[in-house]
């Protein structure tokens, strides 16, 4: 409600001054691009999904003749271009990172290539350290009141297990030693501490609170132009570098499909099939049968 409030104030403010029987597709034009130096496109074609509702029920009210809204396309929003870490810049990244919980958080993400939301709603009750693996059954989410609460993942896609590393098993398995600590100096129930991530007090850590902490590692370690969401791509980036089939990534981003999967990461595969067929030329030099 909030969100629609604030929208509805920004339409009025806009476009207040403009009868509804008077109101004509430029009108709409020109809001829309007065709005795009504060606000993003994504936004902004909210407002008008908003407009055009309104005027369809004005339609259907006899208030006006035809819905002026439909004549006008909203900004488009530009994609943004994916950048994904090298090796040698993961290593810089995270030798930069060197205090916790952040290490281990970043590690997790480039290791797994889970959401933020994701890492941020897991509890200690999803690891099978022993057995080396993690399941996303969660995702952290903000309610219009700014509470955040946990909810499942949108698609059965989002529900997945994913193997873990040995280097991930026992960077995890540290983190927990230490937070026990923590939850014991702080005489804190044991059974409150459930989040992985989670503050010592039980509360989870909020998302902006992990972006705008990547955010300082990743510039003192001078790397421009890289969003925490790139950490996911990192992970399938170099797991096609290592040969993995594009079903099995999907499968561990909890994609949608493995079309969306494929569309995503397309760029990496000409180079993808160049190597592999390298190896397939190489297995026959080596047993002699190469013609």
């Given amino acids: 409600m909030d969100g629609y409030r604030q929208r509805a104030k920004h339409i009025v403010d806009g476009l207040g001054d403009v009868s509804i029987v008077d109101l004509r597709p430029d009108h709409l ?6 709005k795009l130096s504060n606000l993003s496109a994504s936004t902004i074609t909210k407002h008008h999904h908003l407009i ?10 006899n208030l006006v003749t035809r819905n ?4 006008v396309e909203p900004p488009r929003a530009l994609k943004k271009e994916m950048r994904a870490l090298s090796v040698s810049e993961t290593h810089l990244f995270l030798d930069t990172c060197t205090t916790e919980p952040w290490r281990t958080i970043f590690h997790t993400l480039i290791w797994t290539g889970i959401r933020r939301g994701e890492l941020l709603g897991l509890q200690w009750n999803d690891l099978d350290l022993d057995m080396a693996l993690m399941t996303i059954r969660r995702s952290l989410v903000r309610l219009q009141n700014g509470i955040y609460v946990t909810d499942e993942p949108k ?5 997945r297990s994913l193997d873990l590393a040995p280097s991930t098993c026992l960077i995890l398995k540290q983190h927990l030693a230490g ?26 850590r909020t998302p902006s609170t992990v972006t705008q902490q990547f955010r ?58 160049k190597a592999a067929m390298e190896k397939f030329e190489e297995a026959f030099a080596v047993t002699g049968q190469n013609s």
């Fill in 29 to 34: 034009i020109e809001y829309y691009d007065s």
């Fill in 52 to 61: 055009v509702d309104c005027l369809s029920d004005a339609v259907k009210w």
């Fill in 68 to 71: 002026v809204g439909i004549a």
């Fill in 155 to 159: 698609t059965s896609s989002g529900t």
């Fill in 179 to 204: 937070q026990e600590q923590d939850v014991e100096l702080l005489g804190i129930p044991s059974s409150q501490a459930n989040f992985v991530f989670g503050h010592p007090d039980g509360t989870p």
């Fill in 216 to 273: 300082r590692i990743a510039s003192r370690a001078g790397l421009s132009g890289v969003r925490l969401h790139d950490l996911r791509h990192t992970h399938a980036s170099l797991m096609l570098q290592q040969g993995t089939d594009i079903k099995t990534i999907s499968t561990r981003l909890g994609d949608s499909s493995v079309a969306f999967t494929m569309d995503t990461y397309a760029h990496l595969l000409p180079g993808m099939q």
